[in-house]
Each structure stands twice: as C-alpha cells, then as structure tokens.
C-alpha cells in the first residue's frame, strides 16, 4: 500500500472538510483507552496548542494518525491510530517510518513515553527501529548521523 505522509496542523483542519472527515474517523475507531476525551476535543485541543498531527495518506484519504508534540530536540509522538478497515496492512509502520524521516529532515528524533505504549505498540516500536532508553521512560528513534543536534 504505498502511503504518503501528510502534515495536519490547525490551519489544515480549518481549511479541508475531507481531512476533518477522516481525521475524525480514524480517532472514533480508536480503543476508548487511547483517547483522554470523544475524536473532536481531543482533536482540536491538540491543534490549539501549536501541535500537530502526521498522517498516512492513500487514495485521497487518510487512514491513520500519529498526534505530534514537539520540542527544541524532538518530536513526541502519541496516540497513534489506524482505521479499523486498514489495520494489520502495514500502515502504523509506514506511518512511524515517515514521521521519521520527516522528523531527521527537520533536524530532529521521536520519541513516545513508554507509559503511554501497549506492549504490542512497544513490540511494534522495536521492530521499526525504536529503542528504549536506559531509564525506561521512553522510546527513541534516532536518525540523526553521529555528533549531530547535540
């Protein structure tokens, strides 16, 4: 399935009713455990904090998401989620492995609190290349070449 990454930010979501759309449904098919509130708050309270989201894109639809907090070092993701209708296909990985090339074109790892993780999210983490660090708090994906943004 060849999946392309789109950037969702606030003026995004303003502007196109198909990205809402979608963006909508791929968090209302999401566990309840994964979402601190219903697909629409916790949606636009992400985006009014200057935040975004990645998204895998395919066919003029987006299919899965990944929430993006970031910082001066990186990007946090959280609340990754796939359309049930695509699960199992590929497109969480796809998603992670383009988040992180575009996370290294801007200079920058990702990272995601390993409280947050279930253990087939962390087992999925470790298969793309993720790693947990030392003192277990969270997975990092580091693309960046040695001696790079420090």
Same mark, same amino acid.
């Given at each position: 399935?060849?999946v392309? *990454?789109?950037?969702?930010?606030?003026?995004?979501?303003?502007?196109?009713?198909?990205?809402?759309?979608? /963006?909508?449904? !791929?968090?209302?098919?999401? =566990?309840?455990?994964? *979402? =601190?509130?219903? =697909?629409?708050?916790? !949606?636009?309270?992400?985006l009014?904090a200057?935040?975004?989201?990645?998204?895998a894109? +395919?066919? &003029?639809? /987006? %299919?899965?998401?990944?929430?993006?907090?970031p910082?001066a070092?990186?990007?946090?993701?959280?609340?990754?989620?796939? @359309?049930?209708a695509?699960?199992? @296909?590929?497109?969480?990985? @796809?998603?992670?492995?383009?988040?992180? #090339?575009?996370?290294?074109?801007d200079? *920058?790892?990702?990272?995601? /609190?390993?409280?947050?993780?279930?253990?087939? &999210?962390?087992?999925? %983490?470790?298969? !793309?290349?993720? @790693?947990?660090?030392?003192?277990?708090?969270? +997975?990092?994906?580091? %693309?960046l070449? #040695?001696?790079?943004?420090?």
């Amino acid at each position: 399935m060849p999946v392309t *990454l789109q950037r969702v930010d606030q003026a995004t979501w303003e502007a196109d009713a198909q990205v809402r759309t979608d /963006l909508l449904r !791929i968090y209302a098919d999401a =566990p309840a455990e994964r *979402l =601190p509130h219903d =697909p629409e708050t916790f !949606i636009r309270e992400h985006l009014a904090a200057a935040r975004f989201f990645c998204c895998a894109h +395919f066919n &003029d639809r /987006l %299919l899965g998401a990944v929430a993006v907090r970031p910082d001066a070092e990186a990007w946090w993701l959280s609340h990754l989620c796939v @359309r049930t209708a695509t699960r199992r @296909r590929g497109v969480g990985s @796809r998603l992670l492995t383009l988040t992180g #090339k575009a996370a290294h074109h801007d200079g *920058l790892r990702l990272r995601m /609190l390993s409280s947050q993780l279930s253990m087939a &999210d962390q087992m999925l %983490l470790q298969r !793309i290349g993720y @790693r947990l660090t030392q003192a277990g708090d969270y +997975f990092e994906l580091d %693309l960046l070449p #040695k001696g790079a943004g420090q």
